[in-house]
């Protein structure tokens, strides 16, 4: 993957940023680096068939090019589902807006805002998403983000979030590492890209326990939080807005 290659290669070591070079490739990128992307992206979409009805709202929270939009549109194209996207690059937006328009006429608001600072421009959010989104946040930050989310979330609403996590143990850390880095090179990203990456994110991807982002979930007021998914370093973790 020689573009992704490029691309890791031009950051210094805790530099990483979604630059409009990331852009280009952002779609191709994230499929080789996160494990299973796809299978994530699909067990989404098919949870709007249960928590968003015709006409509902989806809030994505961190939603690059859109990709997540564009599955749950293709997946229900005359349900008439709503979308609030933000995310902190114009770029990535500004891409999204492309790819969705190939999708027809949509209800669609584009924020290229911080996730963390009020005010949000959605309400009543019947599915909240932050996929691989609060990994890149401080503490105080995600616990922010999950507190607007809730407070601009639906009464019956629900959250799904999606992150790389850290293991407690050091023995699973070190294979959930390496499984990584094996499946990222399975995927064609060379062993110098990989490094480069790495580099590039110290400092920037900062991952908790599982037990801490479920801990930040039920703190920002969202109600039973449950792994819906779990590779090694990787889970994917939704809650409801009001207790069962």
């Known amino acids: 993957m020689t573009e992704d290659s490029d691309i890791a290669h031009q950051f210094n070591a805790g530099g990483w940023e979604f630059t409009s070079n990331v852009v280009e490739v952002f779609d191709d990128h994230v499929r080789a680096s996160v494990p299973h992307y796809d299978v994530i992206q699909d067990l989404v979409a098919e ?68 996730i963390q600072e009020a005010p949000l421009a959605h309400a009543n959010a019947d599915l909240t998403l932050a996929l691989f989104t609060l990994q890149f946040l401080s503490w105080k930050d995600r616990l922010d983000a999950l507190r ?77 939080p449950e792994v819906l998914f779990r590779w090694h370093s990787w889970a994917v973790i939704g809650a409801f807005a009001a207790a069962q």
């Not at 249960?50 to 939009?69: F, H, M, N, R």
């Not at 880095?181 to 890209?193: C, L, M, N, V």
């Not at 110290?202 to 920002?220: D, E, N, W």
């Open 47 to 114: 949870t709007t068939d249960w928590l968003v009805p015709a006409g509902g709202l989806v809030a994505d929270l961190g939603a690059s090019t859109g990709i997540t939009a564009q599955r749950i549109i293709k997946r229900h194209p005359g349900r008439g589902i709503r979308f609030a996207l933000y995310d902190e690059q114009p770029a990535m937006l500004d891409k999204a807006a492309i790819e969705l328009r190939n999708l027809g006429e949509h209800d669609i608001t584009l924020s290229a805002a911080r």
């Open 148 to 224: 607007l989310a809730c407070a601009h979330s639906n009464e019956t609403g629900a959250l799904i979030v999606a992150e790389k996590i850290r293991p407690v143990d050091s023995r699973w850390a070190e294979i959930g590492t390496d499984v990584a880095h094996d499946y990222k090179a399975e995927h064609g990203i060379t062993d110098s890209a990989i490094r480069a990456k790495a580099r590039a994110l110290r400092g920037v991807l900062r991952p908790y326990p599982q037990a801490a982002t479920m801990q930040a979930i039920t703190m920002a007021g969202w109600h039973a």
